[in-house]
């Protein structure tokens, strides 16, 4: 039987570390506190005048490398993200553009959009791929891309030392046989939506003067509040998609879980009464990378072999919106 699946996945991260020792001379925080309350030891950050398309055209370029495709071969490309690189136009103009596609069927017409669905975007965005290869598509690019550092208030300890920036990216296609994307679930609670928000920057707050002294561009966040959903929602969409893809807990090889905070994912695998071993964990090198948590957490382990072609595997996310799903893939 053939499904939709994944063909190749990659990623690609800033140079620049940040480390939880260099936030120390930053905010009023230490290495123990962020460590123990988040599991993170530091992240990725762009420089100032750094682009971030750059990231999303390195993960898209290694997704098609182990796709063994040429970027001609791209029929779509979708970009989940929180904070789009320019407000106008999306980020997938600007990574398309980059990657430059003369050649093909579709040299220079490939059509794109991008997603706003919170840290959940890439799932949100693997199942609209996995739906556009059912009406004839062949090859999309699902590019997460996040560069939360740039709307992080520097000054405000209890959000900048969660985040960091980076890219991962999908190839979706049609595989064989038994692999492939067996089942999505994808659910959300709008009215939980002020527990995470940019205020200004958008059409209800444009930009002035006013905005940006009152620090209205940043990230805020409800962390408690965020915490406690999180935990409860990725359980619930997890057990939920392994039910429509009549599967069992047990047979999963790995579960994906959005990083977000390392006390997260323990309640979630606690939750779930799943070995902590079958955890994919990547928090501690990157912080939280919003939409591209996931796909840079999947091309680490296909890259040290421990995702393996037939693993069966379990992405969850939860995000601003406040969204949350889960999708079940034969790898
Ligand atoms: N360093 C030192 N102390 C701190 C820091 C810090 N960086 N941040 C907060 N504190 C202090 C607080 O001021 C508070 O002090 P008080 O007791 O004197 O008032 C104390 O630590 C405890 O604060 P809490 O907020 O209760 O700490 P908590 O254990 O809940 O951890 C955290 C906070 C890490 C934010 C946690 O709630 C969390 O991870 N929430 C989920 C966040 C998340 O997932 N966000 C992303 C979702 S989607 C997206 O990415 C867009």
Known sequence: MARPGILGVGASVPEKRL??????????????????????RERRILREGEDPTVLGIEAAQGALTAAGLGAEEVELVITPSNVQIMP????????L?????????????????????????????????????????????????????????????????LFGDGAGAVVVGTVEGERGILSSYLAAESAKWPLLQVEAGGTQLPASRETVAAGQHFLKMEGRGVFEEAVRMMEEASLRALEQAHVTKEEVAWYVPHQANLRILKAFARRLNIPWSKVLVNIDRYGNTSTASIPLAL?????????????????????????????????
């Open 19 to 40: 480390t939880n020792h260099d936030l120390e001379g930053m905010v009023s925080t230490s290495d123990e506190w962020i460590t123990q309350r988040t599991g993170i």
């Open 88 to 95: 106008v136009p999306g980020s997938s103009a600007l990574i």
């Open 97 to 161: 553009s980059g990657l430059r596609v003369r050649d093909g069927p579709r040299a220079n017409h490939v059509p794109f959009f991008d997603i706003v669905a919170g840290c959940t975007g890439f799932i949100y965005a693997l199942e609209v791929a996995r739906h556009m290869l059912y009406g004839g598509y062949r090859h999309i690019l699902v590019i997460g891309l996040e560069a939360l550092s740039r709307f992080t208030n520097w000054q405000e300890r209890e959000t900048c030392v």
């Open 299 to 331: 091309a680490e382990a296909v890259r040290d072999n421990r995702l393996r072609k037939g693993d069966l595997v379990v992405l969850a996310g939860f995000g601003a919106g406040v969204t949350y799903g889960a999708s079940v893939i034969r790898w």
